[in-house]
Every structure is written in structure tokens, then in C-alpha cells.
């Protein structure tokens, strides 16, 4: 190889190793498996979720990506491995709106769920129904409140666990109409449906996404929708501000995808980009997503970002109004 004259040999040589150089860890993701923890048990609606991602992903990201749960503690488990993990892009967090309400509900948490973590993406919004076994005489969230008047120990309600919003809405359920109800924390949604099948709950107020083939199927018996509107889906059935004549009562909740902060902009956009494709993709939509109850939704990181922080302040107001417990971490 013959070396350019004078002062060119070291330009060119720089120019090269600049090269080299600019090829930033950031830049080369994803060169290794990617890890989706979901912070519930499998069997709810952000496993299956977590899944059909994980399963469309290494298409366009090239590399294999791994589903991961980690239960426990209303989700804040699996929040805080993720939150402790390396900033790289390589670990992320599929979340429910719990992330921003166990700020409202614990003392204290290991982690902080805006400053220790940055979105990735809105997937999708969530309704809730009330829900009771076809073998309970309640028909309306009215004859629920009546039922568990009547009992000395009233009824018993599931959760996917404490500060869940699967536990919001059934402890604002109780706030407005001063039901006599109990609550028993699982470990996660894919818990609750099967314990009020065995009769070891009376109600839960589940994922109308994970309940409707079961309402559908006979097997469950929807009473009232948690959101401001009915649902296209069960369109007959109304919702609780309906049922119980209390105006405002509703609970929307999302699912969404976070990495902790400090992750390359490089390495969260790219997978921004690459589930929102898969989210709005209408082949994926009609085989797959519509198989678990979901519509995708997406969002640019920015946005996700500033929805968790608009949450976080309605959720902690309304945990302040209906003067829920504070739980110890």
C-alpha cells in the first residue's frame, strides 16, 4: 500500500478511526437478545401483549426478544429490577398505569416511576368490567352493594395485587356507593379471573379485554362498565356512573413500554418506531391483537412520557379523594 504524501497520510488516517470511532454501542443496537419483563403473572393482558411482540420484533430488530416475569408486590417487583438494570436498551419494562398509581398508593417506593424510567410507547388503553360468577344473584352493581350489606362479612373482591389499577377501581367502586366489600391482592390479572371461577372471590373488577370471551362464553357475568363510556364491545351493558347514578366514575388505564432512563434517544426510538409499525399494522391488529381484546395505540416516546406524568397527578388525587390506605413498602 502506498502511503498519501505530506500531511494526507495522518488526515486520512483520522478520518478513518473518526469512523471507527463514531460507531457507538447506541448506534449498533440491537447486537444482542432484548428482555420484555412484565411485572404480573402470565395469562393477563400485557403477557399476552409482551408475547405477540415478542414474537413480530426480531423481524425488523434482528435479534431475539424474550419475555420475562418478574410478579409481585402489585407490579413494583418487576418495576424495580427493570429500574436497576443497565441503561442500554437491552431491558424493558412492559407497564400498566399501576406504574404511576403505586406512587399514589406505597409510603415509599424503590424506585421513581417518571425520574427512573423513559417511555418507549403507549401499546394500548384498557377498559374494566365488574364482574361476578353466573351462580352470584347479583345482576347490577346495585345488587352487588345490596348483597354485601346483607352478609356480615360482606363480599370479597380479587386484584392482580395492591396499588393495581385493577384495585383502584374496585376501591372507588367502594368509596361511591359504601359497599361492604373486602379486598384479597393476588400476585396478578391472570390470578383473579380463575379464583372467581372456583368461587374463591365474590366480584373483581377485571380487564374487559381478558373478560370479554369469558362474559361472552357464560362463564362470567358483566355488570357494569368502569369507564366514562360504554364499550362497542358489551355494548349493552352500562356503565357504573349509569348503574350507580354517580356522574364522572370512570377508570381508563393503558399499557405502555418504558426502558430506564438514560437509555440512548438512539436505541428507544428505533424500538418506538418498530412497535408502533406493529401496532398499527392492520393484519397485525385483526390476527393478533384482536385475538387478546386490544387495539394498538402507539405513541412517540415524548408522548408516553407526558401521559405518565399527566396520570400521575390524576391518580394521586383520586386515591387522596376516595381516602384509600396508604400501604407500607
Known amino acids: 500500500m502506498i502511503k498519501p504524501a505530506g500531511t494526507a497520510w495522518p488526515i486520512a488516517a483520522a478520518i478513518v478511526l473518526g469512523m471507527f470511532a463514531s460507531q457507538s454501542p447506541a448506534q449498533s443496537w440491537p447486537s444482542r437478545p432484548i428482555k420484555l419483563v412484565v411485572p404480573f403473572a402470565p395469562g393477563g393482558t400485557n403477557d399476552s401483549l409482551a408475547r405477540v411482540l415478542s414474537a413480530l420484533l426480531p423481524g425488523p430488530l434482528g435479534q431475539p426478544v424474550l419475555v420475562e416475569n418478574r410478579t409481585g408486590a402489585g407490579g413494583n417487583i418487576g418495576t424495580e429490577y427493570v429500574a436497576k438494570q443497565p441503561a442500554d436498551g437491552y431491558t424493558v419494562l412492559i407497564a400498566a398505569s399501576g406504574h404511576v398509581i403505586n406512587a399514589s398508593f406505597f409510603d415509599k417506593l424503590p424506585y421513581d416511576p417518571i425520574k427512573d424510567f423513559n417511555g418507549v410507547s403507549l401499546l394500548v388503553n384498557s377498559q374494566f368490567v365488574v364482574t361476578v360468577s353466573p351462580a352470584s344473584p347479583a345482576r347490577t352493581v346495585k345488587d352487588l352493594v345490596a348483597l354485601a350489606q346483607s352478609r356480615p362479612n360482606g363480599l370479597s373482591y380479587g386484584s392482580a395485587g ?127 391483537l384482536a385475538g387478546i381484546g386490544v387495539d394498538g395505540v402507539g405513541s412517540t416516546p415524548e408522548q408516553f412520557d407526558e401521559i405518565m406524568k399527566a396520570d400521575l397527578a390524576r391518580f394521586t388525587k383520586l386515591v387522596k379523594e376516595a381516602n384509600l390506605r396508604v400501604e407500607k413498602q
Open 162 to 288: 395492591v396499588g393495581t389499577p385493577l384495585h383502584l377501581a374496585a376501591e372507588m367502586l367502594k368509596h361511591e356507593t359504601k359497599g361492604n366489600f373486602v379486598h384479597i391482592p393476588y400476585k396478578g390479572s391472570g390470578s383473579v379471573m380463575p379464583a372467581l371461577f372456583a368461587g374463591d372471590i365474590d366480584f373483581a373488577v377485571v380487564s374487559l379485554t381478558s373478560a370479554l370471551p369469558q362474559i361472552r362464553g357464560g362463564k362470567l357475568r358483566g355488570l357494569a362498565i368502569a369507564s366514562k363510556n360504554r364499550s362497542s364491545k358489551l355494548s349493552e351493558v352500562p356503565t357504573v356512573a349509569e348503574a350507580i347514578s354517580v356522574p364522572g366514575f370512570a377508570l381508563e388505564t393503558w399499557i405502555g413500554a418504558l426502558v430506564p432512563a438514560g437509555t440512548p434517544a438512539s436505541a428507544t426510538q428505533r424500538l418506538s418506531k418498530e412497535i408502533n409499525v406493529i401496532l398499527r399494522d392492520p393484519q397485525v391488529g385483526k390476527e393478533k
